[in-house]
């Protein structure tokens, strides 16, 4: 199983800010890294897939970046809406898929 | 616009099989592009993958549920279905459905709440 571990745990940032959330897997995934966005209560959302293609209808402002083991989201001026949950997956090994454990960003 | 439902169950006592339903409007389960899955979150944690099923029935399990775990898939009524036998408190979550794209999961249900408890 490839594990997913993501830091920080939880970001304090401003709006306006710069936010880089990191994801470093196990062993390499090659470029099979996706990012999600989970608000409260809601589903997770697809935001950037094969670590920089955005998901249909995702603003600008999200870019993955990243190869091998080292994964980059970075979310170049927060809105408010932005201060949610964020998880990246792999898919370079199905047995199993895996998620990582979450990045929470917050309100300064 | 594909839309994907989930229905079943809220309740489930322990031991017994937890049995859950997604149905696909907007889109077709018998499309070769995509497969169907099921990832759980339980309350306050992250995202579990659970297992995915191709239109042919060929499924995709997570090894760690794979002795307890069916997933199948009846194209005529566009729907895909989820079986966890033997439950126990642990598999208290929040159940999703989601269409899976190259093992990306690009469209999901609004997810079910399923609690084991006697």
């Known amino acids: 199983e490839i594990v997913l571990t993501q830091s920080p745990a939880t970001l304090s940032l401003s709006p306006g800010e710069r936010a880089t959330l990191s994801c470093r897997a196990s062993?390499?995934?090659?470029?099979?890294l996706a990012w999600y966005q989970q608000k409260p209560g809601q589903a997770p959302r697809l935001l950037i897939y094969d670590v920089s293609n955005r998901a249909t209808g995702i603003p600008a402002r999200f870019s993955g970046s990243g190869s091998g083991t080292d994964f980059n989201l970075t979310i170049s001026s927060l809105e408010p809406e932005d201060f949610v949950v964020y998880y990246c997956q792999q898919r370079s090994n199905w047995r199993p898929l895996t998620f990582g454990q979450g990045t929470r960003l917050e309100i300064k | 616009q594909v839309q994907l439902q989930e229905s079943g169950p809220g309740l489930v006592k322990p031991s017994e099989t937890l049995s859950l339903t997604c149905t696909v409007s907007?889109?077709?389960?018998?499309?070769?592009?995509?497969?169907w899955g099921w990832i759980r979150q339980p309350p306050g944690k992250g995202l579990e993958w659970i297992g995915s099923?191709?239109?042919?029935?060929?499924?995709y399990y997570n090894p760690s549920l794979k002795s307890r775990l069916t997933i199948s898939v009846d194209t005529s009524k566009n729907q895909f279905s989820l079986r966890l036998s033997s439950v126990t408190a642990a598999d208290t979550a929040v159940y999703y459905c989601?269409?899976?794209?190259?093992?990306?999961?690009?469209?999901w249900g609004k997810g079910t709440t399923v609690t084991v408890s006697s």
């Open positions: 099923v191709y239109f042919t029935g060929n499924p």
């Open positions: 907007g889109g077709s389960t018998s499309s070769s592009a995509y497969y």
């Open positions: 062993r390499t995934v090659s470029s099979y």
């Open positions: 989601a269409r899976h794209k190259n093992f990306y999961m690009d469209v």
